[in-house]
């Protein structure tokens, strides 16, 4: 129990700062973490990845829509419009919003497990390769077609993202692919810096243009109005349960997870918004779709683990080695075991995250009347160390400072237009390029 | 049992006694495969044992190992030292880098446990089958000619890794694939080992083919080393070797000279560039 409650308390601050630090994903905080989760009661490992994975998931919200900066690939919608929300001077509603959506989600995802628990294998079998690729084919067409830019741009630049998301080794054809030689390159251009780069800094740039000379205006927030803003939810109630379904499922595919469901769940709501006309940049709807899904996700990805024993993410793979190096059973009817502890800790968890989300924001309040111009230098200063600090944790720091020095002016250049579709195009390569290469297979 | 783990302890002790500290490289993420293994090797040479050093890829290990001038190993593959067509490989080392095969594990043909037509010998050989496997082309060549031999109705599919083609073996996506180590949830029909593993039947006493033995293997490769032909002997003769918990891997080819399991290499790498050269 003291084991229990330690690792719980760890693994929410750490899913504090995992959420607030840009570039430090769940999967960083449990790599970092692996020399004191060997010595962990088995079941506590799990513990600590749901609590992180939850707690970072509220947090990374709030620095992206405060700062505009991410805490991982799928806050890209969470920036776009929760950042344009905050400059408006709405960024506690988008806080609290974005918090009670993710709780709404996450509380929706356990009830959905619970009905679909008996047809759980009956739902499994779904998720082949053919409704892989139609989701993927959607999802894409959708970022293209949704986005603010011309079709052909958006085109274009969901071609380069992929393109840069091939140079490295191939292992498939055996062949590197645009290297140049560089060794550093043959692991491929990593995510961080050319999210940095290539969607954080046109973004900033753009809400520079637009509200430079103004100042932040962040209203406090009382526990009071916590009623208020459930009482308020009700007009969003159709747009949490479509985001919170599609994240429920997302979560459950292998190579798809959350990421992919908040992008499918965002184009949705944006598509809604659009046919309604009442989409301009700065969306309440389509935040609360990007951060509903997230949240379901995170605890059905976990599924396939507890109830298949199968790991479909890097964190759970990591889960499962330790279980195998220190000869552990790592039966499915263990896995199973650990079920109602999994729930127990993800409501708590995201209880807990709720209610700090609320308090973090009135430890905002020294942003109030702080002119915008200040906050980008000091985040520009912040991004590049934490540029540097991926880069010496994944050792690599000159690659990551090579390439956002490199990518740096094109990020400048590409401030009108929304470079989402890139970076979708960067993050999705992999999955579409592996059910090209599979549907290939069966069908050629 | 007491003698036997003195003894090995003993033969340990002197094998590195003489040796400088050596360095270790990993190349992956922390908590996989590799790093138990090489953490096996790190303790095996107990106070001979200076840092471990981590780069990002394979490339830059084998640009490590080119410049450095202390002793250092590091855990390797055949499939690094492959190259097809006369292009190189960023990861390929000179001969004399290599120390010698270390441990290796057989692929099994499995597939999910209560599927009673999968559970059928002849439906592997006959049916209109999905077989998936790892999506690497060095690693996928061999298989897919072997499984052409094996039944030519059946389809290989390739995925990117375990992550991907367990799940889909679960979801019923296909009906077999080819691990080294079996899963709760899995069973498995036949293996590539040389010999029977678990009672399982060879690949190779139903088929006359080149790949149907097809292991997973590490090699062990390294810089400086002063006792490269003993070396990994001696990590197999330490307490740490020995008493690993996960015994999936197992040494391999060690009664080959240096020399030999060099030639071993070559030629296995050969006979795949081959089986491209033919495809193509």
Same mark, same amino acid.
Request: glycine share 8%; net charge negative.
């Given at each position: ?9 760890? &693994? ?119 409704? !892989? ?114 994240? #429920? ?15 499918? &769940? ?6 809604? !918004? ?26 059905? !990805? @976990? ?65 109030? +009347? ?19 600090? /991926? ?14 020095? @490199?990518?740096?002016?094109?990020? @400048? ?32 | ?22 360095? /270790? ?34 490339? =830059?290990? =084998?640009?490590?190992? #080119?410049?450095?001038?202390?002793? /250092?190993?590091?855990?390797? +593959? ?14 390929? @080392? ?10 290796? &594990? ?10 009673? !037509? ?152 050969? *006979? ?7 495809? *193509?």
């Amino acid at each position: 129990m003291i084991e229990f409650l330690l690792v719980f308390c760890c &693994a929410l601050l750490l899913g504090v700062l995992s959420g607030l630090l840009p570039g430090i994903g769940g999967f960083a905080i449990m790599v970092a973490s692996y020399p004191f989760l060997i010595h962990l009661d088995p079941v506590n490992i799990i513990i600590f990845y749901i609590t992180l994975v939850s707690i970072d998931q509220f947090f990374g919200g709030i620095t992206s829509i405060v700062f505009g900066i991410p805490g991982f690939a799928a806050s890209a919608p969470t920036i776009y419009e929760g950042h344009e929300l905050f400059l408006k001077g709405r960024g506690s509603d988008a806080i609290i919003y974005s918090a009670f959506a993710s709780y709404f989600a996450s509380i929706f995802s356990v009830i959905l497990i619970f009905l679909f628990l008996p047809y759980m294998w009956v739902l499994y079998k779904m998720w082949n390769t053919n409704v !892989q690729a139609i989701i993927l084919l959607f999802a894409s067409t959708a970022l293209v077609l949704f986005s603010r830019n011309n079709i052909l741009i958006s085109i274009l630049l969901f071609i380069v993202g992929n393109f840069l998301a091939h140079v490295g080794w191939d292992e498939f054809n055996n062949s590197e692919f645009y290297t140049f030689g560089f060794v550093y390159l043959y692991s491929g251009i990593p995510l961080f810096p050319l999210l940095i780069m290539l969607f954080v800094l046109p973004n900033l740039v753009n809400s520079y243009i637009s509200y430079g000379s103004s100042k932040i205006n962040f209203i406090p927030f009382y526990f009071e109005s916590y009623f208020t803003y459930i009482k308020n939810m009700k007009q969003y109630f159709g747009t949490l349960v479509r985001s919170s379904l599609l994240g #429920s499922f997302g979560g459950l595919v292998p190579g798809l997870t959350y990421g992919m469901s908040t992008l499918l &769940a965002y184009s949705i709501e944006r598509y809604y !918004q659009i046919k309604k006309k009442v989409y301009t940049k700065g969306n309440m709807s389509c935040l609360i779709a990007a951060e509903g899904s997230n949240n379901a996700g995170a605890l059905t !990805q @976990l599924i396939p683990l507890l109830f298949l024993g199968i790991p479909i993410t890097g964190s759970e793979a990591l889960i499962y080695n330790i279980l195998e190096t220190r000869g552990m059973p790592v039966s499915i009817e263990w896995f199973q075991s650990t079920f109602s502890l999994v729930i127990f800790t993800f409501i708590l968890s995201a209880t807990i995250g709720v209610f700090i989300a609320g308090k973090y924001i009135n430890f905002l309040k020294f942003l109030n +009347g702080m002119s915008l111009v200040k906050v980008y230098i000091f985040l520009g200063f912040l991004l590049f160390i934490m540029i540097g600090y /991926t880069g010496y944790v994944n050792f690599s720091l000159e690659k990551y400072l090579i390439i956002s020095f @490199l990518l740096l002016p094109i990020g @400048l250049l590409l401030y009108r237009f929304d470079t989402m579709p890139l970076i979708y195009g960067f993050v999705l390569h992999d999955l579409i390029y592996q059910t090209f290469i599979r549907i290939n297979a069966f069908y050629f | 049992m007491i003698k036997k783990l003195f003894a090995t302890s003993a033969f340990s002790l002197f094998s590195f006694a003489a040796l400088a500290e050596t360095d /270790t490289i990993l190349f992956s993420k922390p908590g996989g495969l590799d790093d138990r293994l090489l953490t096996i090797i790190e303790e095996s040479l107990g106070t001979n044992f200076g840092n471990r050093i981590t780069v990002e890829n394979c490339a =830059a290990a =084998a640009q490590y190992l #080119s410049n450095t001038d202390k002793p /250092t190993v590091s855990l390797w +593959g055949p499939a690094f030292q492959f190259s097809e067509n006369g292009s190189s490989n960023p990861c390929a @080392l000179p001969d004399e880098q290599f120390i010698g095969f270390f441990a290796a &594990a057989p692929f099994h043909i499995c597939y999910k446990e209560g599927n009673k !037509q999968a559970a059928n010998i002849n439906y592997l050989r006959t049916g209109d089958v999905t077989i998936g496997a790892w999506s690497n082309k060095y690693a996928l060549t061999p298989l897919t000619s072997l499984i052409a031999t094996l039944n030519p109705n059946a389809k290989v599919i390739p995925y990117k890794s375990s992550k991907n083609y367990r799940p889909a073996l679960q979801a019923g996506e296909i009906d077999y694939t080819v691990p080294t180590s079996v899963k709760d949830g899995e069973k498995c029909l036949a293996t590539l080992g040389e010999t029977s593993v678990d009672n399982l039947p060879t690949v190779s006493s139903m088929i006359d083919h080149p790949f149907s033995i097809l292991t997973y293997s590490y090699t062990i490769v390294g810089a400086n080393v002063d006792n490269p032909d003993t070396f990994v002997s001696s990590v197999h003769a330490s307490e740490e070797w020995i008493n690993r918990k996960d015994q999936t891997y197992t040494s391999f080819l060690s009664d080959l000279s240096r020399a030999e399991q060099l030639d071993w290499q070559t030629s296995i790498n050969e *006979n795949i560039a081959e089986k491209i050269a033919e495809i *193509n």
